[in-house]
């Protein structure tokens, strides 16, 4: 039998939550913004959306990238995903709870909440970069934590060390944006960085 994933009792009610699906607005909002400032196109780009869930952030761009590639651990938040892969006929997502066999097949690299879950982030960071094609671009938006506390999240130290040691150029550490979340304001950090 298979095992059940953490994240599986979520999937059915996430898309539900006006505060999650104002986050993924927020993140694709600034995703344009920093893809217009490196002089990058998500138009007939090959992306992976790694931690995708159940697509809040893939839907925003599906009928713009070439390919997306949805990764997540969760089969319960790929099904819903996959759901509405169907309903909308979004021929260039495929999902996975694998990442591509591939290399230097992608284009942009995008993980939205999902870094901070991760019990090896410097050694995932290196896998997923490895997709990437020279000139790519890899992003990452997570909660701030203050160095060394027990705060869920990445400090921003942490984010520039895990994109630093992945070969990762012109990396920047940022404020994404500033929105309200169950009764507070929360500033995640974006973290970017190019392949070289
Ligand atoms: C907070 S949710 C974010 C989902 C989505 N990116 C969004 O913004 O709506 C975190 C997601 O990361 C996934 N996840 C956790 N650990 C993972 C891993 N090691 N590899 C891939 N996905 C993982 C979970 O299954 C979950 O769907």
Redesign the pocket.
Known sequence: MLEA?P?DE?AGT?DDDPA?RA??TA?FASFQDVLAQRDLDLVGAAVC??????G??TERLADLAAQIDA????SA?LAVLDAKVEAHGWTAVRTSTALPNSQASHDLIVC???CS???DYPG?VSTLVALLRPGGLFVQWDWEAEPGSDDHGLSRDEITSALGAADLIDVRVDTAFEIAFEGETIRPLIGVGQKR
């Open positions: 994933d994240w979520y996430w999650a986050y993924a993140t959306d790694f931690g995708s869930g159940t809040l952030l990764v997540d651990t969760s938040m939205s909440s999902v879950f991760l019990p995932t």
